[in-house]
């Protein structure tokens, strides 16, 4: 099969062919359609992620057919579609896993970090980690709902009930998001980089109530703030946009250092925290909810043999809505 593989950090991905994997008794073989490009793995080929797995096949965000299984697998037939996210086996047995937890597992393993992932023909996954796809969504535009809104959704709901709610970058979580926000009637006030007119303008078509530079205040208080961008300076900024006893929530698994601030943009209860990985259950609640907006992923397709400029794209932010492989 073709595998597009990390050997070291900081170098392009390679091409190289490699025998399809086999199934042990927990998992299930997968014919990868498309796996969606994250953050997450430019995290992991540059570096700032440390200890993955090397050689490593990136990419956790996977839609695919099951092509055999193992002697455990019951709920999964083959032929049937699935998605495969970034969690991908936790122990059972950990005080975070056995107080429903599990994103927090202390031996917990990540879908194309510590595993192999989807930059490649086939994969396999744990079952009881993959998730069934409703059969409204196309493959590609399944893909990006297995990482920008499963742990989108997490943070969002850590976000609480806010009816003004900030998102702070407008890439591929944040606009599948905003969608999910205004289906329940909430005001989303969009932040971008400093003269990114285009995706202003994007956040606009996609339902903001206002768009500006993430060095801007909104034009008012906001309940709760998103931070989706990886840009620790962000942190400060948000919490002077938000209200008395709002919430700043840092979405991201990896951030520049946040600098120094004064106590006083904090003081009134507002609220920081962080979100880390997601639990099974924010999958299985998010994707029954997606078809009833239902959420529209937008696509900038590239076959698997261009992963390195899709991810170079998603770098140098040339990416509107999600960055998809299609293999």
């Known amino acids: 099969m073709r595998a597009m593989i990390l050997e070291a950090p900081r170098q392009p991905l390679q091409l190289a062919d490699l025998p399809v994997p086999k199934p042990n008794p927990e998992q299930v073989l997968i014919r990868i359609h498309a796996c969606a ?20 096949i990136p990419g956790h965000q996977i839609v695919g057919t099951i092509e055999a299984k193992g002697d455990r697998v019951e709920q999964f037939t083959i ?11 936790t122990c059972d047995r950990c005080r975070y896993c056995l107080s429903h937890r599990e994103n927090l597992c202390d031996y917990a393993e990540f ?12 994969t396999v996954a744990d079952h009881r980690f993959c998730f069934p796809l409703d059969p409204s969504f196309p493959d590609l535009q399944a893909a990006p709902l297995l990482c920008g809104g499963l742990i989108g959704y997490r943070a969002y709901r850590m976000a609480g009930d806010a009816e003004k709610i900030g998102f702070y970058g407008f890439g ?31 956040a606009r078509q996609l339902g903001a109530v206002w768009a500006g530079g993430s060095e ?47 106590y006083e943009i904090l003081w009134e209860e507002r609220v920081l925290r962080s979100v880390a990985n997601l639990t099974r259950q924010d999958g299985e609640e998010f994707l029954a909810l997606a078809p009833k907006i239902p959420i529209h992923t937008e696509i900038n397709s590239f076959p698997l043999t261009q992963a390195n400029e899709a991810l170079d794209a998603l770098r140098s932010g040339k990416i509107t809505g999600s960055a998809v492989l299609v293999i």
């Open 37 to 56: 490009v994250c953050r997450t793995d430019l995290h992991i080929v540059d570096g700032e992620l440390t200890h993955p797995k090397l050689p490593l």
């Open 79 to 89: 032929g049937q579609r699935v998605g495969v996210p970034w969690l991908g086996h």
């Open 111 to 122: 879908t194309g970090y510590n595993i192999d992932g989807g930059y490649a023909d086939y």
């Open 172 to 202: 591929s979580a944040a606009h599948i998001l905003i969608q999910l926000a205004r289906y329940q009637q909430r005001q989303v006030f969009a932040f971008t980089r400093s003269g990114d007119i285009e995706g202003q303008e994007f």
């Open 216 to 262: 801007e205040l909104p034009p008012e208080p906001l309940d709760a703030a998103i931070i989706f961008a990886p840009i620790g300076k962000l942190v400060p900024a948000a919490l002077r946009a938000v209200a008395k006893g709002g919430t700043v929530v840092c979405a991201g698994i990896h951030m520049s250092d946040i600098p120094a601030f004064p």
